[in-house]
T-cell receptor, first 107, second 112 residues
Framework: AQRVTQPEKLLSVFKGAPVELKCNYS??????LFWYVQYSRQRLQLLLR??SRESIKGFTADLNKGETSFHLKKPFAQEEDSAMYYC?????????FGAGTRLTVKP | KAGVTQTPRYLIKTRGQQVTLSCSPI?????VSWYQQTPGQGLQFLFEYFSETQRNKGNFPGRFSGRQFSNSRSEMNVSTLELGDSALYLC???????????FGSGTRLTVV
């Protein structure tokens, strides 16, 4: 079965602290994994793709096939990072989204 | 370039009516997918279209249908509306799903 799990609905950190948003998946194959972000009153947008191995706005995500995880990390959180973050997996049939994690970065 | 455009932005319908939502993808994108977003269920997959063909369908009743035209524009239709159909309906386009999606702003449907 194709499944994406984001165990934390809410995550709060202080500005300048490291942040890690967890994502675990189940999929029988080689997954294409993504992180999407939705800032307040903005549309949902693609943050990064695992295949690109890129860093966007200081965020990185590494695919760990052994642990079936794709956690999103940033070493120093900023207040403008406060948003809703969704992990997603493109599988055989569709793009499956996790339930999302609301990140709040406090000043 | 223009983004993904969804119309209308807001709709209020009564139970039993039907509704049609429209999505214009980014120029050159042939893949269009639809999602229903609610606070309780999150993002639920409805359909995926590619070059006018429905490639995949989510686990929704037959009251939910869609289509894609030759210019890649897509519509979805919900017949015999129920209160539980109240949601934000999102359209996403891409060159192909594995490249990632560009989302529209959504259509907020309220069924009363």
């Amino acid at each position: 079965a194709q499944r994406v799990t984001q165990p934390e609905k809410l995550l709060s950190v202080f500005k300048g602290a490291p942040v890690e948003l967890k994502c675990n998946y189940s999929y029988s194959g080689s997954p294409e994994l993504f992180w999407y972000v939705q800032y307040s009153r903005q549309r949902l947008q693609l943050l990064l793709r695992h295949i690109s191995r890129e860093s966007i706005k200081g965020f990185t995500a590494d695919l760990n096939k052994g642990e079936t995880s794709f956690h999103l990390k940033k070493p120093f959180a900023q207040e403008e990072d406060s948003a809703m973050y969704y992990c997603a997996l493109s599988g055989h049939n569709d793009m499956r989204f996790g339930a999302g994690t609301r990140l709040t970065v406090k000043p | 370039k223009a983004g993904v455009t969804q119309t209308p932005r807001y709709l209020i319908k009564t139970r039993g009516q039907q509704v049609t939502l429209s999505c214009s993808p980014i120029s050159g994108h042939r893949s269009v997918s639809w999602y229903q977003q609610t606070p309780g269920q999150g993002l639920q997959f409805l359909f995926e279209y590619f070059s006018e063909t429905q490639r995949n369908k989510g686990n929704f009743p037959g009251r939910f249908s869609g289509r894609q035209f030759s210019n890649s524009r897509s519509e979805m239709n919900v017949s015999t509306l129920e209160l539980g159909d109240s949601a934000l309906y999102l359209c996403a386009s891409s060159r192909d799903r594995d490249y990632g999606y560009t989302f529209g702003s959504g259509t907020r449907l309220t069924v009363v």
